[in-house]
């Protein structure tokens, strides 16, 4: 009697995000120069503190007027080489795509979010050792917000970005915001059904 083959395990979503995934311009959702414009940055960590070098950050977000209709644009190809151009530099797309670097750190240019409500980027990560996407909100703000409210303290604290904080100290529009994907101060995932 042969031996029944025992059922291997699900396959992880990474780490090979570098090939064909990241875009040109994808991390400026703001025009260039725009007055304006915003940064979002920090680190992705995984559960042992060490910064996640090879995660991918989708975000999408509504526009200053609050509209969610975005602009096409960010997939562009060139018409001769079939390859990309990424953003044309001029339209709000509501969308960003952003490879973390050796460090674990991401940074996203864009325009404030004009939510009904606090201001909140949604964020979606991609990272090894994840079978399943994550998605969490980068909230601009703290106030009332019947997310945050449901939440402890502690946990709230994981959603809200600090503005001015750590590395671009003093710029006016610069957030930070980590990613804990587990552990002590992991971030809140939010789970849609």
Same mark, same amino acid.
């Given at each position: 009697?042969?031996?029944?083959p025992?059922?291997?395990p699900?396959?992880?979503?990474?780490?090979?995000y570098?090939? $064909?995934l990241?875009?040109?311009?994808? $991390?400026?959702?703001?025009?260039?120069?725009?007055?304006?414009?915003?940064?979002?940055?920090?680190?992705?960590?995984?559960?042992?503190?060490?910064?996640?070098?090879?995660?991918l950050l989708?975000?999408w977000?509504? $526009?200053?007027?609050?509209?969610?209709?975005?602009?096409?644009g960010?997939?562009?190809?060139d018409?001769?080489?079939?390859?990309?151009?990424?953003?044309?530099?001029?339209?709000?797309t509501?969308?960003?795509?952003?490879?973390?670097?050796a460090d674990?750190?991401?940074a996203?240019?864009?325009?404030?979010?004009?939510?009904?409500g606090?201001?909140?980027?949604?964020?979606?990560?991609?990272?090894?050792?994840?079978t399943?996407h994550?998605?969490?909100?980068?909230?601009?703000?703290?106030g009332?917000?019947p997310?945050?409210?449901?939440?402890?303290d502690?946990?709230? $604290?994981?959603?809200?970005a600090?503005?001015?904080?750590?590395?671009?100290?003093?710029a006016?529009?610069?957030y930070?915001?980590d990613?804990?994907?587990q552990g002590?101060?992991?971030?809140?995932?939010?789970?849609?059904?």
């Open positions: 009697m042969a031996e029944r025992l059922p291997t699900s396959h992880t979503i990474g780490p090979f570098g090939h $064909a990241p875009f040109p311009d994808g $991390a400026r959702i703001a025009p260039q120069g725009h007055p304006d414009a915003i940064s979002l940055h920090g680190h992705v960590y995984d559960g042992a503190g060490n910064p996640v070098p090879d995660a989708d975000f977000q509504a $526009a200053p007027d609050g509209s969610l209709t975005g602009a096409p960010s997939m562009r190809r018409p001769s080489t079939g390859g990309f151009l990424g953003r044309n530099g001029v339209d709000f509501g969308y960003g795509r952003v490879p973390t670097d674990g750190h991401y996203l240019h864009t325009l404030p979010p004009g939510n009904a606090l201001p909140y980027i949604s964020v979606c990560v991609f990272a090894r050792g994840l399943h994550l998605f969490t909100r980068a909230y601009l703000a703290d009332p917000d997310l945050l409210d449901s939440l402890p502690e946990r709230r $604290a994981t959603l809200v600090t503005e001015g904080a750590n590395g671009m100290k003093g006016k529009g610069a930070r915001f990613i804990r994907l002590e101060g992991e971030t809140v995932f939010l789970e849609f059904q």
